[in-house]
Nanobody, 120 residues
Framework: VQLVESGGGSVQAGGSLRLSCEAS????????MGWFREASGSGREGVAA???????HYADSVKGRFTISQDNAKNTLYLQMNALKPEDTDMYYC???????????????WGQGTQVTVSS
């Protein structure tokens, strides 16, 4: 599967962005679709994920501010990010075939990433 992210950019603190991830094949093929982020020199951390049954998972740092959703007809995953903070600045990656289990997050196939920069 090929995943292409878009929607990143620069925004002031308190602003909003919506990330999109378009897949080259049906995303219903995957039990989990998700978003991770990675700061330069750090490992990737899970941000939000959605299971095939609609169950959603969020990192504590984004709960109440970010919302993950998907449009199966468009093979597209979304991440609505509100009330953005400077610490949300990162490269955001879409992943297919992820897993969230016992508090651990695992990615599968990856997109190329989209940069989000939040200024104070």
């Amino acid at each position: 599967v090929q995943l292409v992210e878009s929607g990143g950019g620069s925004v002031q603190a308190g602003g909003s962005l919506r990330l999109s991830c378009e897949a080259s094949e049906s995303i219903v093929n995957y039990d989990c679709m998700g978003w991770f982020r990675e700061a330069s020199g750090s490992g990737r951390e899970g941000v939000a994920a959605i299971d095939s049954d609609g169950t959603t998972h969020y990192a504590d740092s984004v709960k109440g501010r970010f919302t993950i959703s998907q449009d199966n007809a468009k093979n597209t995953l979304y991440l609505q990010m509100n009330a953005l903070k400077p610490e949300d600045t990162d490269m955001y990656y879409c992943t297919a075939d992820c897993q969230v289990y016992a508090g651990s997050w695992y990615g599968g196939y990856w997109g190329q990433g989209t940069q989000v920069t939040v200024s104070s």
